[in-house]
């Protein structure tokens, strides 16, 4: 268990949905239709079959153009990869829409996000049963503030993570009344806001073992108060487990609002990012551009020229070479298996 699950339930996850590809980085594995002369499988090929026999990584990746609109038509002869700055030979690109998807649901019920809670789970269960295929994709619903609670397992069942999430509406503390911060008890966080012990939790306990893309969605206020742990250690905990990080920054405007920049430093390096409504009435305009994103990606797949086993970290780029004024959001790099 990992740190930030100390002293709760050992089942207690986070809300943060991951988005990865089976099999992982590090995983030893090689799609059939894949040239070992590198010629790269076409989008539209047959479906890939596993061999165990060379060590791949898995990049997903999304594509938009200046005015922020998803690019759909990039072919492999558009995309390089780089890692550690060297280019590397891909073996399968694809676009990438149906692979099962593994979300965790983190909701912030600190007191700063208390007066926006109900809009805001409203609009998440409406996501949920957007989002969710049955048989296909699941779900876990955490809630959390100095401390995080499961509210639902995994489940590919809808109606009990609408329910769930009802469930934080109702319980959640009333808003605070002032500028003042909540009290904290003495010997507990209980009114404070632990997003990065949350999202190594989610990570670590609940989606590591998972395959397929995994996702954590955070619904948060950015404001973190009461973690053991670092950002950086929230971060790098994603990028071992290649999990995509996405949140909804959402809270009260009559307090202190969103931190974006702090959600943008958390997202941004495992591939994700952060959707900042204006107003709470956009909730479900931003429910409806992450799901976009979630079915905008593309798959591309190398084995990496420097197969050392030495547990360090290797940064990847994807870089699109044939088209100007394109941005591509993915992981910043993965940890090689060790010794």
């Known amino acids: 268990m990992s740190r930030a699950c100390r002293g709760l339930v050992p089942s207690l996850v986070i809300?943060?949905?991951?988005?990865?590809?089976t099999p992982s980085g590090g995983a030893k594995a090689q799609?059939?239709?894949?040239?070992?002369?590198?010629?790269?499988?076409?989008?539209e090929g047959p479906e890939p079959a596993i061999r165990l026999d060379t060590q791949l990584v898995n990049v997903l990746f999304s594509a938009t153009d200046k005015q922020n609109r998803y690019v759909n038509d990039l072919t492999a002869s558009d995309v390089k990869v780089l890692e550690d700055g060297k280019p590397q030979e891909i073996f399968t690109f694809k676009r990438e829409s149906d692979l099962p998807l593994t979300m965790a649901i983190l909701v912030d019920v600190s007191y700063s996000v208390a007066s926006v809670l109900p809009q805001l789970t409203d609009a998440g269960a409406r996501f949920v049963n957007s989002?969710?295929?049955p048989n296909k994709d699941k779900a876990a619903v955490v809630e959390f503030e100095?401390?995080?609670?499961?509210?639902?397992?995994?489940?590919?069942?809808?109606?009990?993570?609408r329910r769930g999430l009802a469930e934080i509406a109702r319980n959640a503390p009333p808003p605070r009344t002032s500028r003042m911060p909540p009290p904290i008890m003495t010997g507990s966080r209980k009114g404070g806001t632990s997003i990065f012990d949350s999202v190594i939790a989610a990570c670590a306990d609940l989606l590591a073992k998972e395959v397929g893309r995994k996702t954590i969605i955070l619904f948060t206020d950015g404001y973190d108060t009461t973690s053991f742990t670092d950002r950086s250690e929230a971060v790098e905990e994603a990028l071992?487990?290649?999990?995509?990080?996405?949140?909804i920054g959402i809270g009260d405007p009559d307090v202190d609002g969103v931190d974006r920049k702090a959600l943008d430093k958390l997202c941004e390096p495992t591939g994700g990012r952060a959707f900042v409504p204006k107003y709470v009435?956009?909730?479900?305009?931003a429910f409806q551009q992450l799901e976009r994103e979630l079915?905008?990606?593309y798959l591309v797949a190398y084995e990496p020229a420097n197969t050392a086993a030495d547990g360090k970290f290797r940064?990847?780029?994807?870089?699109?070479s044939n088209r100007k004024d394109i941005r591509v959001r993915h992981r910043r790099g993965y940890y090689a298996p060790g010794t």
């Open 15 to 21: 809300i943060l949905i991951a988005l990865s590809p």
């Open 31 to 43: 799609q059939k239709g894949q040239s070992r002369e590198g010629r790269p499988q076409s989008q």
């Open 131 to 133: 989002i969710i295929r």
């Open 146 to 161: 100095g401390e995080a609670t499961l509210v639902r397992d995994l489940t590919a069942n809808a109606a009990l993570l």
């Open 240 to 247: 071992r487990a290649e999990v995509i990080v996405y949140a």
């Open 281 to 285: 009435e956009d909730l479900d305009e």
């Open 295 to 297: 079915r905008q990606q």
């Open 315 to 320: 940064k990847i780029e994807v870089r699109i």
